[in-house]
């Protein structure tokens, strides 16, 4: 189960079993045991998960970001884990990086902390070429529009 702004058109792929739009998202938190970030980060998906969005999740629930660090709004984060709101995190991006040691996130129990490293695997890098392969083409035809993967460079200034 999953959701996304928009599909992936040029890769010709949809890998859901069941998609919602981004309008149901506390829906999908209400029913999901895992919810794992994977967004790009822009103007909409700035801090994605705030307290609402914790809120909604299940007590048990455990949310996983491998994409970026601003998708979470971390002091609220801090404030569901530590209040057994949500079961867990793991995370493998922060807001700041490397997170500072003064960070609460560090001592929690319930918080595991990677190093930024879960893009680093030969799949990964076989799909950057893969999108690569599919954008360059749009690319110099002008057909921004299409690319996969765009970052909104206003978003993340």
């Not at 309008?23 to 970030?37: G, T």
């Not at 971390?74 to 949500?86: K, N």
């Not at 995370?91 to 997170?99: F, G, H």
């Not at 070429?129 to 002008?142: M, Q």
């Amino acid at each position: 189960m999953g959701t996304r702004r928009t599909p992936i058109l040029a890769l010709n792929v949809e890998p859901l079993d069941r998609w919602l739009p981004p309008d149901r998202l506390p829906e999908l938190l209400a029913n999901a045991d895992i919810v794992v970030l994977l967004a790009s980060y822009n103007s909409s998906t700035r801090e994605i998960i705030g307290a609402p969005e914790l809120e909604a999740m299940r007590e048990t629930a455990i949310l996983v970001n491998l994409a970026r660090g601003g998708l979470v709004d971390e002091e609220a984060l801090i404030r569901a884990l530590a209040a057994d709101q949500i079961g867990g995190a793991v995370l493998d991006v922060t807001a700041t990086e490397p997170l500072p040691a003064e960070s609460p996130l560090w001592a929690m129990p319930n918080v595991l902390v990677t190093p930024h490293i879960s893009a680093s695997t030969p799949a990964s890098y076989r799909r950057a070429v893969d999108i690569l392969c599919v954008n360059l083409p749009l690319f110099l035809a002008g057909a921004l529009d299409r690319m996969a993967n765009r970052v909104d460079r206003e978003a993340v200034r």
